[in-house]
């Protein structure tokens, strides 16, 4: 059974930073793509940076030189890390991280091509 657990979330001002991570356990496939998503109150849930098993990042254009997505893996568990910079009050939504289980991969995606979900972890920035 696959899990992804999130953390790493909070309130913050404008311009501060926080890091975000996931833990995905139970998945034992080496062709991954993983993902960070965020969903804001009233909208859509889109994409904001992924990376795949050979360490190839997409990233959209609202998180260019923001946001770092990084990954390891040990103990048949894969972490998922997204720094964030530069915050401003109109990042604040709940990030999800989520596996989609092949490795090509991009910021463009849907959600609905990815298999797997964490219960998301809020980040709300403060003018």
């Known amino acids: 059974q696959v899990q992804l657990v999130e953390s790493g979330g909070g309130s913050v001002q404008a311009g501060g930073s926080l890091r975000l991570s996931c833990a995905a356990s139970?998945?034992?496939?080496?062709?991954?793509?993983m993902g960070w998503f965020r969903q804001a109150p009233g909208k859509e849930r889109e994409a904001v940076a992924t990376?795949?098993?050979?360490?190839?990042?997409?990233?959209a254009d609202s998180a260019k030189g923001r946001f770092t997505i990084s990954k390891d893996n040990a103990a048949k568990t894969l972490y998922l890390d997204l720094q964030v910079n530069g915050l401003k009050p109109e990042d604040t939504a709940m990030y999800y991280c989520?596996?989609?289980?092949?490795?090509?991969?991009?910021?463009?995606?849907?959600?609905?091509?990815?298999?797997?979900w964490g219960q998301g972890t809020q980040v709300t920035v403060s003018s």
């Open positions: 139970g998945y034992t496939s080496s062709a991954y793509c």
């Open positions: 990376i795949n098993n050979y360490g190839t990042t997409t990233y």
């Open positions: 989520a596996l989609r289980t092949e490795w090509l991969c991009g910021a463009h995606r849907p959600s609905r091509d990815y298999s797997y």
